[in-house]
């Protein structure tokens, strides 16, 4: 599983530290333009494949504005327009806080978790369990059992995940969240968030677009997907737990990042790194490491 060196950390003009793992990007046409690492490697993607368990949603009719969509889809910050738009979707099913079985949490947001006690609502996939839970009040199906793999609303977010990537689910698991989670390769995973966001499907269109127009629902202020979706034209990103990110332009140029020991604090570097292999820019990226509170060094992509 460890990979490659993707990026190291400098400091005082020495490496002192690296950060290794897997990288695939695909061109327009989904052939495979660079990769680092072993991408056919099967993994738990995380919640970089919560757009793909939101077509399912959508697919199955549930039927949200684009701003409450982008909340289907996010890993957010948890602030007040994150819990208020969880609280909105459940309503249209007449149910509240209490209908979520996600686990408690305080919010991403640092300034809120200092001092927030911790909820299902303030949980940062609170909108995903939302979704899933209206999903199942519009087809009748039982709520108290919705994280069941075996439930109908998983049995159709499996399939879809299937049916996108090209691959069959090798490995059913548990989320951080609760929620099931399967193994299947990281190809797999940038095929099916290519997928996404050339497909002319309405359900794949309407899921990416709200992500684009609502990048603050996705994550929060100043967080990696927010920030750089707001300041690329076009671009979808979703990053996840334990060193995953995944973008994607709408002509089908498309990436897939994971860090092998788990951590985020590569992703900014080797995201952007990846973005230019495809031609994109991704502008500012916060690269130092500090000493003294002063830059003393960098972190950087190997590639």
């Not at 408690?104 to 200092?114: A, G, K």
């Not at 390769?185 to 050339?198: D, E, M, Y």
């Not at 737990?241 to 897939?256: C, I, K, Q, W, Y």
């Not at 790194?273 to 991704?282: F, P, R, S």
Request: proline share 5%; glycine share 10%.
């Amino acid at each position: 599983m460890l990979g490659e060196v993707l990026a190291e950390v400098t400091r005082g003009g020495k490496v002192e530290s690296v950060h290794a793992g897997h990288v695939v990007v695909l061109n327009a046409d989904g052939s495979i333009a660079f990769q680092k690492g072993d991408p056919t490697l099967p993994m738990y993607s995380r919640s970089s494949l919560k757009s793909i368990q939101a077509s399912a949603m959508v697919r199955a009719g549930l039927d949200l504005e684009p701003r409450l969509l982008a909340l289907v889809c996010a890993s957010h910050a948890g602030t007040q327009m994150h819990q208020s738009g969880a609280l909105a979707i459940l309503a249209k099913a007449d149910l509240d806080e209490h209908s979520l079985q996600c686990v408690m949490d305080r919010p991403l947001d640092e300034e809120l978790r200092r001092t927030a006690q911790p909820t299902r609502l303030a949980m940062n996939c609170s909108g995903k369990h939302s979704g899933m839970i209206l999903t199942c009040h519009i087809n009748g199906w039982p709520i108290d059992s919705y994280l069941s793999p075996e439930h109908p609303l998983q049995l159709a977010i499996a399939r879809e995940v299937e049916i996108m990537s090209g691959e069959r689910i090798s490995n059913t698991t548990v989320d951080g969240c609760g929620a099931p989670l399967f193994m299947f390769s990281l190809l797999g995973l940038a095929r099916a968030v290519r997928q996404l966001t050339i497909s002319t499907d309405p359900v794949h269109q309407s899921v990416a677009q709200a992500c684009r127009e609502f990048p603050e629902m996705v994550s929060g202020q100043g967080r990696l997907a927010t920030r750089m979706m707001q300041n690329i034209e076009g671009l979808f990103m979703k990053d996840g737990a334990e060193g995953f990110n995944v973008a994607s332009m709408p002509d089908g140029r498309t990436l897939a990042i994971k860090i092998s020991d788990g951590t985020s604090r590569a992703l900014p570097a080797v995201t952007a790194a990846a973005l230019k292999i495809l031609g994109v820019e991704a502008g500012e990226v916060e690269e130092s490491t500090y000493g003294g509170g002063k830059p003393v060094g960098s972190i950087r992509a190997t590639f």
